[in-house]
């Protein structure tokens, strides 16, 4: 068990959401799903387990239980017992330890996975918390001190002690460039003006994220509700973009010229207000092989970490054994992209049994 | 592709348009296409969301034209019908009944004898976009929306009505409010309605 001592800005439970959008619940689920999917897989757990989304400012939490837990998303500054806690990799707490998750100075969000998965409560077929209906997760809201997390069982594991390659990360600002598909509704004059950068406001949340610059849109009060889809971005009638998040509701009534790329969705869920955003219009093919490229990357260190997790019996079995062929290479890009946390510039060993010869 | 209207949005949904939507969607229901995530209806649109690894904008688009291709209108035959009770005096109550060119008695009798149409669910959980509207009824959207709608209001906005299932911004004129619960994850079904059911308001006495 895990009891909250602060619960930071917004800490919510989330797994990979829910699809009910024809009964009008959104879709929910971590914002960065590539953070979530790599955390689950540094813990052993399936790529739809829930985690702890944490914004902004991360929460204080004391373990009740021994647990193996990972940390990935936005390079948040956190520690355990006071020690600096590393990102990215799978770390071992022991029970009365106490990690404190503070700030990011960029990027908005992280995922805390404990292996086992988090428990919650489910609706339609989730456990991720949905705020502004008030369900999933933690009753449907974000943590409160004294709050109790709860995870089920999976056997002890010895941590993989791979390093992920940093190119698996989701970019964070305070630029990025957002792919983006054009759909009918876009006008030459909103295309014209892409070329400008974009800033996030204030008003960003798992909702949506507005832009304080506008684009040319033209109103149609006669214009019919639609169904969203993840990354759409709409243009209400002040013109300022709105980009859709997993907890948008179903469908909109506003014009929505541009859709972000399925391979850039998980930077959408790291803007945070101040971050530039610049756009690029590419092309269904375009967007596809991207998609293709980074998914292909992150299914090879999936696989890696499942691997790892199947036992010395099931590693074995497995084809690509053999010397040079350790997790820690197929998972990463054998070194520690920060410096002083780890310490660890030489491919690592893993800690349980020797690697497979 | 001939006949149905199949457009992209994005790389990962495509959006049918069509009259036969909701068949279509019962239709991928009980009978799932490769690739495809989950389906959403609107008026006449039925937009499908699909995973661009597993198949591609092209093909999945040849199905769902093959499908439209075969499918029957349904008949409404076996569609519930729902009755709530509202107390009309919303903030808006006035100004829409003037804007009908009605008196306040007159427009609640004609909202009380319209009889609408669940066109499809969405916006927020529990909340149906009701067709059936009879043209003087139907009104403007407000020009800012407000941030809060208190649940349970019974609102106009363009050709709907709706009901707010809880408190949400909202940018329809509000007419009334009910006390039905259009939305309990506790009941063995956790929303009152679906797409195709019938629905009239009467005076809550």
């Known amino acids: 068990m895990i009891e909250v001592r602060r619960p930071g800005l917004q800490s919510t439970v989330q797994d990979t959401g829910r699809r009910a959008r024809a009964l009008g619940v959104p879709g929910g689920g971590a914002a960065d799903l590539t953070a979530l999917r790599l955390a689950n897989a540094l813990v052993g757990n399936p790529p739809r387990a829930a985690a702890l989304e944490i914004t902004l400012a991360g929460p204080t939490l004391l373990f009740q239980a021994d647990a193996l837990v990972a940390l990935c998303g936005a390079p948040f500054e956190a520690t355990l017992d006071g020690q600096p806690f590393p990102l990215w990799r799978a770390v071992p707490v022991r029970k009365g330890q106490v990690l404190r998750v503070g700030g990011t100075a960029r990027g908005a969000r992280a995922v ?8 919650g409560q489910a609706a339609f077929g989730s456990l991720s918390t949905d705020l502004r209906s008030g369900f999933g997760g933690m009753e ?4 409160r001190v004294g709050d109790r997390l709860t995870w089920s069982f999976l056997p002890p594991a010895a941590p993989p002690r791979a390093f992920l390659s940093p190119d698996l990360q989701t970019p964070t600002g305070p630029q990025v460039t957002l792919r983006v598909l054009l759909t009918p509704e876009a006008t030459p004059d909103l295309l014209a003006v892409l070329t400008r950068p974009f800033t996030v406001s204030g008003q960003a949340d798992r909702m949506g994220v507005r832009l304080s610059e506008t684009l040319p849109t033209r109103h149609d009060p006669g214009r019919v509700s639609l169904p969203n889809v993840p990354g759409a971005v709409q243009l209400p009638p002040d013109g300022r973009p709105i980009l859709l998040l997993p907890d948008a509701g179903t469908h909109g009534g506003y014009p929505t010229p541009l859709v972000v790329t399925s391979a850039d969705l998980p930077i959408l869920g790291q803007l945070r207000p101040g971050d530039r955003v610049r756009w690029q219009a590419v092309s269904g093919e375009a967007a596809r092989a991207a998609l293709g490229q980074q998914e292909g990357r992150l299914r090879q260190a ?33 070194r520690d992209p920060r410096p002083g946390q780890g310490g660890s510039h030489e491919p690592a060993e893993p800690d349980a049994s020797p690697p497979p010869a | 592709m001939t006949g149905a209207d199949i457009t992209p949005l994005g790389d990962a949904a495509l959006v049918v348009r069509s009259p036969l939507a909701r068949e279509l ?11 495809v995530r989950e389906a959403v209806p609107a008026l006449d649109v039925l937009t499908v969301l699909y995973d661009p690894l597993t198949t591609s904008a092209e093909d999945l688009g040849a199905g769902l034209t093959a499908r439209l291709a075969d499918l029957q209108p349904a008949r409404a035959g076996d569609a519930s019908t729902h009755v709530l009770p509202v107390t009309f005096g919303g903030p808006d109550l006035a100004w829409c009944a003037a804007h009908a060119g009605l008196s306040v008695t007159d427009f609640v009798r004609a909202m009380c004898e319209a009889n609408l149409t669940v066109a499809f669910l969405g916006f927020t959980p529990g909340f149906a976009f009701l067709t059936g509207l009879p043209k003087p009824l139907r009104m403007p959207r407000l020009d800012a929306p407000r941030e809060r709608v ?7 906005g363009g050709p709907w009505a709706g009901v707010y299932p809880r408190e949400t911004p909202g940018g329809w004129r509000i007419v009334g409010r009910t006390e039905a619960v259009l939305f309990n994850l506790q009941r063995p079904e956790p929303l009152l309605w679906r797409a195709g059911d019938r629905v009239r308001f009467e005076v809550q006495r």
């Open chain 1, 112 to 119: 805390l996975a404990v292996r086992g998965g988090l428990k």
């Open chain 1, 140 to 143: 449907g809201r974000a943590l």
């Open chain 1, 302 to 334: 999936e696989a890696a970490l499942r691997w790892w997790y199947a036992g010395p019996g099931s590693r074995a079995r497995l084809p690509h054994d053999g010397p040079g062929q350790s997790v820690e290479q197929w998972a990463s890009a054998g």
């Open chain 2, 25 to 35: 969607l019962a239709d991928l229901t009980a009978r799932p296409l490769s690739g």
């Open chain 2, 150 to 156: 208190p649940a349970g209001s019974v609102a106009l």
